[in-house]
């Protein structure tokens, strides 16, 4: 007679190993080979399995959102309409676990793995973007140390920090002038133009990152004497190329469909090279003689709707000494100013100016400007979530062709992918928003008041302003936390009772993923850029279902009726066990245990034993976790 002791682990005081084998189907090779005597019989002694239960994944409880943000209804943003940010919508799995009308069966490991994978296809920020992985939000299952039992999920939103230089030569500029009619060269980065036409181009490799990433731009070439050599510089999100059907706007422009060049006021100075409206996010150049500062946003005081290029008044007053006497004259340029810098400190936009000696001034920001008496019409609007992803553009044009442009310096995230037309709507929110037809969102955070230059007395303040949130001398960007919305929540922007008019109203998921009653979660951890959040509830499972124990290499056979097939299922495993539990830990002793002849005639040698955790259509139950132990008794057949 002999006891055989199997797990799915070779010890108990080491938990690290604890997924070296699977616990619902595992071997265990023996050091030495085993002789079973010839006529031999076995059966289940005991099993100890850790059953976590089934998790119905369907349309109806699925959906939830991902914010990243300043948390809403606090101080510093006290509706969803002082926030850059809007709750990004998710499904579990991203929708490909189920078909209308059907659900999928998860075991809590494999549920965390579609979270993940929800939750990495609704986060955009770029300081959560990871090249290697779709994110760096890591999802994993809660379980109790000492009972075994799953408790929930566990979230932890890490930001990146790493920025690095990107070489200026390796600089490529994609025509993006309408119907690509421009004509340039470009060479070791510098872009110079060809025809009379010049050139509207963008680097569509990477954005410039929130932690203090900035860009140099180098204008001296653009800058020519001509009165009729206009030029750009900026940050613009990329976008698709509008071949009809978008009011207000020029056939085979990259702009957003809601961009509306019309709705300029009248006089009102524009970003105009060769003929057309430039667009960017935020941009310096020069209309006729004159230095200009624009950013694109709304003005409810307009003649027509959309977005425009809004022209920041960076001069005139006290709030910017160095140009109090005046809009600057960049033809006479008598203080030989040669290059432009924009710094992104998270939603806070700084640019200056930097002449030949390489002196810098402060052209426009909200921080410094704002505390030297600047009023909404003199301040750049926070960055908000349609431009986190802002990449370079150009624009320059003269008389006979040969002006030239190039940036210096840039800094990216580290971890940032490269820009590739196929991929990039998988991390990057505007392109995401086009490729699905749900820019209304977009438009929805550009309309609200901090960036509506018709607004000045909304707010907390009644100023129509907001105050931008800055990024730390660390790199991580302050206040920023990673919140999970699992049902309609007015105060993110979502609408209860049904209805469909807010971004949450389809938040479905609270009792999946653990929130009941807990609509918006809140983090437990939020220090240094990590954001760690943990169900408040256990998420709802099922466990209604028998298991059985395989014995896979033995020479035993039974009957599965079932299935209509001989089977090598050695024992049953009821719903319920000795102690009448059905979830966490299980454990499992026949009372009159069930031999099973193996029908050996001769001695046999065995060398592993191979066992399977199965349901009655003998699939594995992936619904297992942790350690599971079997014990087999084999003797002597009875005579």
Request: glycine share 10%; net charge negative; with cysteine.
């Amino acid at each position: 007679m002999s006891l055989v002791i199997t797990s799915n682990v070779a010890l108990e005081d080491r938990p690290e190993t604890s997924e070296v084998f699977k616990p619902y189907s595992y071997q265990n090779p023996l050091l030495n080979t085993m002789r079973i005597p010839a006529n031999s019989e076995v059966a289940l002694q005991s099993a100890k399995i850790n059953k976590n239960g089934v998790a119905i994944v369907n349309r109806a409880n699925s959906n939830f959102n991902h914010y990243f943000g300043v948390p809403v209804g606090t101080a510093a943003c006290p509706t969803i309409e002082n926030s850059t940010q809007i709750p990004f919508s998710a499904v579990i799995g991203k929708g490909e676990l189920f078909r209308e009308g059907g659900y999928a069966e998860r075991n809590v490991d494999d549920l965390a793995g579609d979270i993940s994978a929800g939750i990495n296809a609704a986060a955009f920020h770029p300081s959560l973007i990871n090249a290697a992985v779709p994110t760096s939000i890591a999802v994993e299952t809660v379980v109790n140390t000492t009972t075994k039992v799953f408790e929930g999920f566990k979230w932890t939103a890490t930001q990146g920090k790493a920025k690095v230089k990107k070489a200026t030569a390796t600089a490529n500029w994609t025509d993006i002038s309408v119907n690509t009619r421009g004509g340039f060269t470009q060479a070791s980065g510098v872009v110079t133009s060809t025809t009379a036409t010049g050139f509207h181009v963008q680097n569509k490799q990477y954005p410039v990152s929130q932690n203090a990433g900035s860009i140099v731009f180098d204008f001296d070439g653009l800058n020519t004497d001509s009165p009729t050599s206009p030029w750009v510089v900026g940050l613009s999100r990329i976008n698709t190329r509008k071949a009809n059907g978008v009011p207000n706007t020029v056939f085979g422009r990259e702009v957003p469909s809601y961009f509306n060049p019309k709705s300029q006021k009248a006089g009102a100075k524009t970003p105009r090279v060769g003929g057309q409206v430039i667009y960017g996010d935020i941009m310096v150049g020069r209309s006729g003689k004159l230095l200009c500062v624009w950013q694109s946003g709304v003005d409810s005081n307009s003649r027509l709707g959309g977005t425009k290029m809004n022209e920041i008044v960076y001069y005139g007053g006290d709030f910017n000494t160095t140009f109090k006497a005046g809009q600057y004259d960049l033809q006479a340029n008598d203080d030989d100013y040669v290059k432009v810098r924009f710094t992104l400190d998270n939603e806070n936009m700084k640019i200056e100016l930097i002449d030949d000696a390489d002196a810098a001034v402060i052209l426009a920001d909200f921080t410094v400007t704002k505390t030297k008496g600047g009023v909404k019409e003199n301040l750049t609007a926070p960055i908000c979530a349609p431009k986190m992803a802002m990449y370079p553009i150009m624009a320059g044009r003269g008389t006979g062709g040969g002006v030239k442009g190039s940036f210096v310096e840039m800094f990216h995230y580290t971890n940032y992918p490269t820009w590739a037309e196929a991929t990039y709507a998988n991390y990057d929110w505007w392109g995401y928003s086009e490729k699905n037809d749900l820019t209304r969102w977009c438009l929805d955070v550009e309309s609200r008041f901090w960036n509506d230059f018709g607004d000045d007395s909304s707010g907390i303040a009644g100023d129509g302003l907001q105050i931008p949130v800055l990024s730390a001398a660390g790199g991580e960007l302050v206040g920023y936390q990673s919140t999970i919305i699992t049902a309609p929540s007015v105060l993110y922007g979502g609408t209860p009772f049904g209805s469909d008019t807010g971004i949450t109203a389809n938040a479905t998921a609270s009792r999946l993923l653990g929130f009941l009653n807990a609509p918006v979660s809140i983090f437990t951890s939020n220090n240094g850029g990590v954001t760690i959040t943990s169900s408040v509830s256990i998420p709802q499972l099922q466990s209604d279902v028998s298991l059985f124990i395989r014995l896979n290499n033995f020479t035993q056979n039974t009957v599965n009726a079932r299935q209509g097939t001989t089977s090598k299922i050695i024992a049953h495993l009821p719903r319920f066990d000795n102690s009448g539990k059905d979830v966490g830990g299980l454990y499992f002793e026949p009372h009159t245990p069930t031999y099973l002849s193996l029908g050996n005639t001769e001695d046999m040698l065995i060398n592993s034993f191979d066992i399977d955790i199965v349901y009655d259509n003998e699939t594995l139950c992936t619904a297992l976790s942790g350690k599971t132990i079997v014990c087999l008794h084999i003797r002597d057949k009875l005579r």
